[in-house]
């Protein structure tokens, strides 16, 4: 059972760190192009307070428990989600110049994006139990609703953006 809490907080640190990566990302293309400023604002406010209720996950509480269930086996197809492009390149990288071009492009980055986390999130539900998992429940509800945000501004009409 050590080891698997040592996962699952090694997992919950991960989490941490991709909300924080993605409220970079969108502050950052927010402020490269105004087509999509307002939107991704509120998108990066949303990955910042994400990113303190995982935080709160990592505090010591009797008020979560972990899966027995799970077992360490998982951690290698977790790590694969993990190492995927647009996960790997949040966590590697402070800036983003090269993603922020056209309106599409940043779309199509932050869908993957959004989606990466997702299958990272679901991971993660999978392993927590108690007060923790109404939590991860709720983010993974709430980056949903990004993505449904962020399809909405496909249907927008951004021609030769």
């Known amino acids: ?7 699952l907080r090694e997992l919950i640190e991960i989490a ?9 990302f969108y502050r950052y293309a927010a402020g490269k192009n105004e087509k ?30 972990y899966s027995g ?21 949040l966590l590697d990288r402070k800036e983003y110049p090269e993603k922020v071009g056209s309106v599409t492009d940043v779309l199509d980055f932050a869908l993957g994006l959004e989606k990466e986390s997702l299958l990272f999130y679901y991971q993660l ?20 609703k990004h993505i449904e945000k962020i399809l909405q501004l496909y249907g927008s009409s951004f021609p030769g953006s």
């Open 69 to 89: 269930i799970d077992n360490i086996e998982s951690i290698p197809y977790i790590r694969a989600i993990v190492d995927s492009t647009v996960l790997r390149y």
């Open 1 to 7: 059972m050590s080891s698997l809490k040592y996962a």
């Open 16 to 24: 941490v760190q991709i909300e924080n990566g993605g409220e970079r």
């Open 125 to 144: 539900v999978e392993r927590i139990q108690g007060k923790g998992r109404p939590a991860v429940d709720r983010i993974i509800g709430e980056e949903k």
């Open 36 to 65: 999509v400023r307002d939107i991704f604002q509120i998108l990066a406010d949303d990955e910042k307070k994400h990113a303190v209720l995982f935080q709160s996950l990592l505090v010591p509480s009797p008020d979560y428990e």
